[in-house]
């Protein structure tokens, strides 16, 4: 009922910035949640930052100081800039947006996962 599109991801240098954006459609009512995740291969999916629907921010140690989450309810769309970018941030970053769907008279609860976009970060 909701699907994903992610974009921005790609190669930089150590230091270097890139920007991931995430753009929900379909059948949404409301989104409450919406965060970006990462996962190295052969390691498990971990949190780097999540925003909830007031605008409240959660972010991984490793991202504090280097990354800021912000959203555009208007258009349903998650950004995450990077800056300062390190060889250990290469990963394959999610996209995940939680929220209340409504189709006709029915609504219902989905949590929906991005495609992946590749990061990787050389030193």
């Known amino acids: 009922q909701v699907q994903l599109v992610e974009s921005g991801g790609g190669l930089v240098q150590a230091g270097g910035s890139l920007r991931l954006s995430c753009a929900a459609s379909?059948?949404?009512?409301?989104?409450?949640?919406m965060g970006w995740y990462r996962q190295v291969s052969g390691k498990q999916r971990e949190l780097v930052a999540a925003?909830?629907?007031?605008?409240?921010?959660n972010y991984a140690d490793s991202a504090k100081g280097r990354f800021t989450i912000s959203r555009d309810n208007a258009k349903n769309t998650v950004i995450l800039q990077m800056n300062s970018l390190k060889p250990e941030d290469t990963a394959v970053y999610y996209c995940?947006?939680?929220?209340?769907?409504?189709?006709?008279?029915?609504?219902?609860?989905?949590?929906?996962w991005g495609q992946g976009t590749q990061v990787t970060v050389s030193s």
């Open positions: 995940n947006v939680n929220g209340t769907y409504s189709r006709s008279t029915y609504y219902g609860g989905f949590a929906s």
């Open positions: 379909g059948y949404i009512f409301s989104i409450n949640v």
């Open positions: 925003i909830t629907s007031g605008g409240s921010t």
